[in-house]
């Protein structure tokens, strides 16, 4: 099991940015691909981006295309959520997920993510 802490969140204009971050602890993080999702009030868990487990593929959610940008440090424990061009429609709790070892034939995007973290709430002003 990992634990994961997000961190990074806040309000911020339309327009700018923000990068959060996931600190890990526990088993190797090297082990988990790493996701982060986010909850809009009212509407459902949706995917925004993950990362495998070297960092060598990412994939995003249509939405969050050439706006974010996923990436992972493993000496650090820690994968990061670069965001940018912030729109008040990105207004959610965003969460770090983590799934260990998945197979080599599993979706980032869509595979059962296994720990989460509390989330981080960001806040876009029009």
């Known amino acids: 099991q990992v634990h994961l802490v997000e961190s990074g969140g806040g309000l911020v204009q339309a327009g700018g940015s923000l990068r959060l971050s996931c600190a890990t602890s526990?088993?190797?993080?090297?082990?988990?691909?790493m996701g982060w999702f986010r909850q809009a009030p009212g509407k459902e868990r949706e995917f925004v981006a993950g990362i495998s487990r070297n960092g060598d593929n990412a994939n995003y959610a249509d939405s969050m295309k050439g706006r974010v940008a996923i990436s992972r440090v493993n000496a650090k424990n820690t994968v990061y959520l670069q965001m940018n061009s912030l729109k008040p429609e990105d207004t959610a709790l965003y969460y770090c997920?983590?799934?260990?070892?998945?197979?080599?034939?599993?979706?980032?995007?869509?595979?059962?993510?296994?720990?989460w973290g509390q989330g981080t709430l960001v806040t876009v002003s029009s």
């Open positions: 997920a983590a799934r260990w070892r998945p197979g080599p034939s599993a979706n980032i995007a869509t595979m059962p993510y296994t720990d």
């Open positions: 526990g088993r190797t993080f090297s082990s988990y691909a």
